[in-house]
Nanobody
Framework: QVQLEESGGGLVQPGESLRLSCAAS????????MAWYRQAPGKQRELVAF????????NYADSVKGRFTISRDNDKNTVYLQKNSLKPEDTAIYYC????????????????????WGQGTQVTVSS
């Protein structure tokens, strides 16, 4: 089993930055794909950013391209989501997801392809 724990959420003002962390523990051997999803009130969960742990390929939702950056630290078994120029519409619960499968587009966008999920961390962007 793999456990994922998110941290770094909070309340920020529009235009500010925030970095989320997702620490993986347990049997993390051959976790090949990790992602950040978010779910806003009344909306479906959507993919925000994806990273392949095999070759560091990344993919982003159009709404966050140029503002968010996903990265990883293998030594710490941690994936990060750096979020800059935050907007009120970025307000959501952010979830970390992982799978041993090697995912490519469009499979990476389907949350059913991820077997491991964190509990989520709330991000609120408001003045």
């Amino acid at each position: 089993q793999v456990q994922l724990e998110e941290s770094g959420g909070g309340l920020v003002q529009p235009g500010e930055s925030l970095r989320l962390s997702c620490a993986a523990s347990g049997n993390t051997y051959r976790i090949n794909s990790m992602a950040w999803y978010r779910q806003a009130p009344g909306k479906q969960r959507e993919l925000v950013a994806f990273i392949s742990t095999a070759d560091d390929t990344t993919n982003y939702a159009d709404s966050v391209k140029g503002r968010f950056t996903i990265s990883r630290d293998n030594d710490k078994n941690t994936v990060y989501l750096q979020k800059n120029s935050l907007k009120p519409e970025d307000t959501a619960i952010y979830y970390c997801a992982a799978t041993r499968n090697v995912l490519t587009a469009p499979a990476m966008e389907d949350d059913r392809n991820y077997g491991y999920w964190g509990q989520g961390t709330q991000v609120t962007v408001s003045s």
